[in-house]
């Protein structure tokens, strides 16, 4: 679909897009778009973002940047376009540590998070995780799929609780929490929701157990939201960085986790030059299992909460090559980006695929950090 020339009389897109459709934003920098309907095609490091008020959180619709259109329609607060690159996403926590206060935020629950750098303002959510047992009261009947479950939300601010269920003959069997939430004072309630395709499923009832878990501990932790857009370094993400930075905490107790970063490959450093490796080399460059390595903490939030905030996309490098083997970019080479790549939650690696079989292989490592993009917004 084209994206014809925006800013005419009766079509305003505020100041940055007054003659042109075309929206850059650089790393770490988001736009709040004016109310109306709007066909974003968002750039390879740009997301199309919407407000959950329930959760008082920023979620990502277009995590692992499709470039694929998407259309949305806001109010003008609750859609933006944002170029987190270089951000902080989230953390991996590895020890929830104890002696905290339930409750979300530094006020209620005593405990601040400092980061080593970037200046990212973090949220924690201490306590209120459920418990992983949830009662089968009443398997109900006639279900031919699994039905869909719905948590009850926690407390403003808390992560909603999932789950799914298991199905033995059309009755609900048993169900397996798949994230254990946090921030919830009572335990939630669980609607029972028939599959679309199912008319004739019904009575199940579940009972989450009301005892909930990891009282005094972190449960779980994400950079501080606010609404609406902003320049770089003006949400609670911070401003880009390139290199991992680490959280201290206060009071410290055991607590430990493991930033999980939005990084990019801006360019590469030669570790190895290679023997014989022909006239060219791509690289595929890869998110690294460095924070899926990390023991989640038991009885915190889980991967809606961490590791699921970014889908990494591979990027692509075509190698500076002389005399059969790899060389630093310098101006003028063949060397270049060909895909940054997007949502590497630690620094990626590298595999080099040579135009021959060499002798020795070559090696070399991603800089990382964020970049410039360039989106099209088109009201509809």
């Known amino acids: 679909m084209p994206f014809p ?47 959950d ?28 376009l944002a170029n987190l690159t270089g951000c902080p996403m989230g953390a991996l926590i590895t020890n929830s540590g104890s002696g905290y206060t339930n409750g979300v935020g530094t006020a209620a629950t005593g405990l601040s998070v400092t980061p080593s750098a ?19 009261t009443a398997g109900g009947s006639l279900y031919t799929f699994p039905p869909n479950l719905q948590f009850s939300l926690p407390a403003p601010g808390g992560i909603q609780a999932t789950g799914f269920a298991t199905l033995t003959t059309g009755a609900v069997s048993s169900v397996t929490v798949t994230n254990q939430g946090a921030g919830y004072i009572t335990a939630p309630t669980i609607t029972v929701v028939n599959d679309q395709r199912d008319i004739t499923g019904n009575g199940a009832v579940l009972t989450v157990n009301a005892t909930l878990v990891n009282s005094g501990g972190l449960t779980a932790l994400y950079p501080t939201q606010v609404i609406g857009g902003g320049g770089v370094g003006t949400s609670g993400h911070g401003t880009p960085l390139t ?5 201290t905490f206060s009071p410290a107790s055991t607590t430990a986790a493991t930033v999980l970063m939005n990084w990019v490959c801006t360019t ?30 038991a009885n915190v939030a889980g991967s809606i909460a961490d590791v699921g905030l970014t889908q990494p996309r591979p990027g692509f490098i075509q190698f500076n090559v002389s005399g059969g083997a790899i060389a630093a970019p310098t101006l003028g080479t063949n ?37 410039t993009d360039t989106s099209y917004l088109m009201p509809i």
Do not use: H, K
């Open 335 to 371: 060397a270049l980006i060909l895909d940054n790549g997007f949502g590497f939650q630690a620094v990626p690696v590298i595999q080099i695929i040579p135009q021959a079989l060499p002798t020795t292989w070559p090696a070399a490592t991603a800089t990382v950090g964020g970049v």
């Open 118 to 136: 970037g200046g990212s303002v973090w949220t924690p959510v201490v306590g209120g995780a459920i418990n992983s047992t949830v009662t089968v």
């Open 5 to 51: 020339r925006i800013g005419a009389p009766g079509l305003p897109l505020g100041a940055q897009l007054a003659v042109s459709n075309a929206l850059t934003l650089q790393a770490g920098e988001t736009y709040l778009p004016p109310a109306g309907i709007y066909q974003a095609c968002c750039g390879p490091s740009t997301s199309l973002q919407f407000f």
């Open 243 to 247: 290199s991992l930075p680490t959280l």
């Open 268 to 297: 590469y450093a030669v570790t190895t030059a290679g023997v014989a490796i022909g006239t060219s080399a791509l690289g595929i460059v890869m998110n690294a299992a460095e924070p899926f390595t990390n023991t989640r903490a």
């Open 53 to 80: 008020v329930f959760a008082g959180q920023w979620r990502t619709l277009n995590g692992e940047n499709s470039l694929a259109p998407i259309q949305f329609d806001t109010d003008g607060t609750n859609f933006r």
